[in-house]
């Protein structure tokens, strides 16, 4: 089957700097891929739409100048968390969507801000 | 929101079959029905989908109701590595159709 990968799958950073998370399709090209968030015992919240091409679109109440997404190829989303504060702690899972509209997704992230 | 209604919890016997029932009242005609589980600590893995006809892969069957408004997931001989939150969501096939995920059934297999 297809395969996402996402690099790091942990990372620890301190307060008040950016942590960029990368996610990858490696056997198909993604024209449209999405970021989720999971925190602890909970399920996993959709963030944002990333376009290869185009602005990200941002689901309600997330703030698209903290969370900066960029999809500059077909292979390729990036996330970065701007400014990390502890409440961002969380597990970060991206999904690709293939040609046949199937939607991939990756190993998650986890980040810690100390 | 979701738009799914799935029970909190579920045990079962290891080698036995799992039922996992998903309610989904107000579905729409272009709608599939999807399953992931997520095993702690890792992306969400596809079990499978279906619009109306009742599916089966090799890693599970779904059971869709005539009428679309529930569905059930039948793992036939649960093991111990079927232990994950299953996730039951209704879904566009289109490009944007976006993947709003529930609370899950946590399903505990149990040697």
């Known amino acids: 089957g297809a395969v996402v990968s996402q690099h790091p799958s942990r990372v620890i950073c301190k307060s008040g700097t950016s942590v960029k998370i990368e996610c990858r399709s490696l056997d198909f090209q993604a024209t449209t891929m999405f970021w989720y968030r999971q925190f602890p015992k909970q399920s996993l919240m959709l963030m944002a739409t990333s376009n290869e091409g185009s602005k990200a679109t941002y689901e309600q109440g997330v703030e698209k100048d903290k969370f900066l997404i960029n999809h500059a190829s077909l292979t390729l989303s990036t996330l970065t968390v701007t400014s990390a504060h502890p409440e961002d702690s969380s597990f970060y899972i991206c999904s690709a969507v293939s040609k046949g509209y199937e939607q991939y997704f990756g190993p998650g992230t986890r980040l810690t801000v100390t | 929101d979701a738009k799914t209604t799935q029970p909190p919890s579920m045990d079962c016997a290891e080698g036995r079959a799992a039922n996992l029932p998903c309610n989904h009242s107000?579905?729409?005609?272009?709608?599939?029905v999807y399953w992931y589980r997520q095993i702690h600590s890792q992306g969400p893995q596809y079990i499978i989908h279906g619009l109306k006809n009742n599916e089966t892969n090799e890693m599970a069957s779904l059971i869709i109701t005539e009428d679309r408004k529930s569905s059930t997931l039948i793992l036939p001989h649960a093991t111990l590595r079927d232990t994950a939150v299953y996730y039951c969501?209704?879904?566009?096939?289109?490009?944007?159709?976006?993947?709003?995920f529930g609370q899950g059934t946590t399903l505990q297999v149990k040697p």
């Open positions: 107000t579905i729409s005609g272009n709608e599939y």
């Open positions: 969501i209704v879904r566009n096939l289109g490009n944007t159709g976006k993947l709003i």
